[in-house]
C-alpha cells in the first residue's frame, strides 16, 4: 500500500456499517482487509509515508545550492513594496505631508514584513532542499517524466493541514516528525514506473488511483505535499498519483500560468492515457484544482470526442473551485464530463476570493463561483460550500477543510450520490437540482434520513 494509516479528522462524519473500506471518524483504525492500509515499510522516525506517484512536464533543476539570483527571486515582493513605500514617503515629505508619509511608512513597512517572513523560510527551505540528493523541477517547460516521491506525515498530523516549518516557531529546516516533507523523489523511466505501479495495485485493498491536478501558483514540492495530504486524510486505499505542469508558484505570473496550462494538456491527456493502459488499476479517480480544471476538462472532451467506449472510462471526477468560464463550463464542457465519467462533482463557493479576482480579470463568471453565478448542468453533481469556513482566500477547501474531505471520503471510497451524503441539502436552480454544504449546527437540527 502506498499510503499509511492516520487519524481521520474527529468532527466527520461517520461512514456507513456496510463499507469494508470507511474507517470510523470517531478514531478506531480503519476496517480493511488484511490490514491493507499499512505502509510497505515502517519509517525510523515517529511519521507515516505517503508514497506519491508523479508525472510532470517541468524543467528539471540543477541541484547546485540557490545563488544570488535565486535569493532576489525570493524577496522581490518585499523589496518591491519597500521601494514602493519610500519612493511615497519621499513624495509625502517633499509636499510638506509629513504625518502622511509617516503612516505610509509604517504601513509599508508591515506589509513588507508580511511578504519577507514566508520569503525567509522560501529561502532557507530552498537551501536545504539543494542539500538533498533529490531529483527538482522548477517552473520551466519540460518533457514529460515519471517518477516516485516518498512523503511524510507527521503522527500528530491535523486532517486538512500541510504542516510546515514556520519563522515564528523558530523552524527553519523541514523534520519529517513535524511537518509534510518530501523524502525522497526518484525519475522512474516509464517502464519501471508502471512496473512498480502495477506491483503496488497488485497488493492494494482496492485497484485505483487517485489523480491530482493542482492549480495556479504552486509549485512542484508543494504539489506533491498536497497530494500526499490528500490521500492520507481520505486513508485513499490504492496509490496516490500527482500531476504537475509548469505553474510559476507566483502571484503575479497568472497570465504566465494561463499559458503554461493551455501548453499542458497534452502531456496531461498521454499521461492518464498511459494510466489507463498500463497502470493495472481497475479504476482512476481524477481531483482538479482551480486553473488545473482547465487542462482536465479539456482533456476529457477530448476523451470524451474520441472514445468508443460504451460506458465511463474514469470513476469519480472532482473539479474543486474551478476556474474556467462558466457559460464555456455550461455549453462545451458538461456534456463531454457527464460521458467520461461514472460521476462528476463540481464544488462551488460564493466566498472564493481568489474566484472573484478571476472574473474582475476576465470579466466573466467563473464555474467554482456560486450565489447568482452558479452552474447547474446535467450529468454534474454541483455543491455550493459557502456555508463552510474557509481559509482567507477561501479556495484551497477542498484540501484544507475536514468537512470537505469527509464528504470526498464518501464520494470516493463508496460511491454515494448526494443525497445520500451527509450534511447535503438539495435544492434547484432553473429547474435543475444541486446541493448546499450544511455547517455542522444546521446539519443537526434536520430530520434523520436524505434532504428533501
Known amino acids: 500500500m502506498a499510503v499509511a494509516p492516520a487519524e481521520a479528522p474527529p468532527d466527520a462524519p461517520r461512514a456507513p456499517e456496510t463499507s469494508a473500506f470507511a474507517p470510523d471518524f470517531a478514531g ?16 525510523a522516525g ?12 517541468r524543467a528539471r533543476l540543477e541541484t547546485a545550492p540557490p545563488g544570488a539570483a535565486d535569493y532576489v527571486q525570493h524577496f522581490r515582493a518585499p523589496v518591491g513594496v519597500l521601494t514602493a513605500t519610500l519612493l511615497l514617503a519621499g513624495v509625502l515629505v517633499l509636499r510638506s505631508h509629513r504625518r502622511a508619509a509617516a ?3 509604517l504601513a509599508g513597512f508591515v506589509v513588507a514584513a508580511a511578504f519577507a517572513l514566508p520569503a525567509l523560510t522560501s529561502t532557507v527551505a530552498s537551501r536545504h532542499t539543494a542539500e ?14 515519471t517518477g516516485v516521491c516518498r512523503v511524510s506525515i507527521p503522527k500528530d498530523h491535523r486532517a486538512g493541514e500541510i504542516e510546515s516549518p514556520s519563522v515564528f516557531r523558530l523552524e527553519f529546516r523541514e523534520d519529517p516528525e513535524k511537518h509534510v516533507a518530501i523524502l525522497e523523489a526518484m525519475v522512474y523511466e516509464p517502464d519501471a514506473f508502471f512496473g512498480r505501479m502495477r506491483e503496488t495495485m497488485a497488493g492494494a485493498a482496492r485497484r485505483e488511483l487517485l489523480v491530482f491536478v493542482h492549480g495556479y501558483n504552486v509549485p512542484f514540492d508543494g504539489a506533491v505535499r498536497r ?5 492520507h486524510d481520505l486513508k485513499f486505499p490504492g496509490a496516490a498519483v500527482c500531476y504537475s505542469w509548469p505553474s510559476h508558484g507566483g502571484l503575479l505570473l497568472y497570465a504566465a500560468d494561463e499559458n503554461n496550462v493551455e501548453w499542458t494538456a497534452p502531456h496531461l491527456k498521454e499521461f492518464l492515457a498511459q494510466l489507463r493502459e498500463e497502470s493495472g488499476a481497475d479504476a482512476i479517480n481524477l481531483v482538479a484544482h482551480s486553473m488545473g480544471t482547465r487542462a482536465l476538462t479539456d482533456v476529457l472532451r477530448d476523451f470524451a470526442r474520441e472514445t468508443q467506449e460504451q460506458g465511463a472510462i474514469f470513476h469519480q471526477v472532482v473539479l474543486a473551485a474551478p476556474d474556467i468560464d462558466a457559460e464555456i463550463f455550461r455549453r462545451d464542457l458538461a456534456p463531454a464530463l457527464a460521458r467520461t465519467a461514472e460521476r462528476v462533482t463540481l464544488y462551488a463557493s460564493s466566498n472564493d476570493q481568489a474566484l472573484m479576482a478571476s472574473r474582475k480579470l476576465h470579466a466573466y463568471p467563473r464555474a467554482g463561483e456560486s450565489g447568482p453565478n452558479l452552474v447547474v448542468a446535467p450529468g454534474i453533481d454541483t455543491i455550493d460550500v459557502s456555508a463552510i469556513d474557509t481559509s482567507l482566500l477561501g479556495h484551497s477547501y477542498y484540501g484544507d ?11 470516493v471510497h463508496e460511491s454515494l450520490p448526494p443525497e445520500r451524503r451527509e450534511r447535503l441539502k438539495a435544492a434547484q436552480y432553473g429547474g435543475l437540482p444541486y446541493w448546499i454544504f450544511l455547517p455542522a449546527a444546521a446539519h443537526a437540527s434536520l430530520p434523520a434520513g436524505p434532504p428533501r
Not at 497530494?227 to 490521500?231: E, R, S
Open 227 to 231: 497530494t500526499a495530504q490528500i490521500a
Open 103 to 105: 503612516a505610509v511608512s
Open 132 to 145: 538533498q540528493d533529490r531529483v527538482q523541477y522548477g517552473d520551466g517547460r519540460g518533457t514529460l517524466e
Open 46 to 57: 515517529n511519521y507515516d509515508v505517503v508514497e506519491v506517484y508523479y508525472g510532470t512536464d
Open 401 to 411: 477543510n475536514d468537512s470537505i474531505i469527509a464528504d470526498l471520503f464518501r464520494l
Open 28 to 43: 478506531e483504525e480503519p476496517a480493511t482487509p488484511e490490514d491493507a492500509a499499512a505502509p510497505p515499510e515502517t519509517p
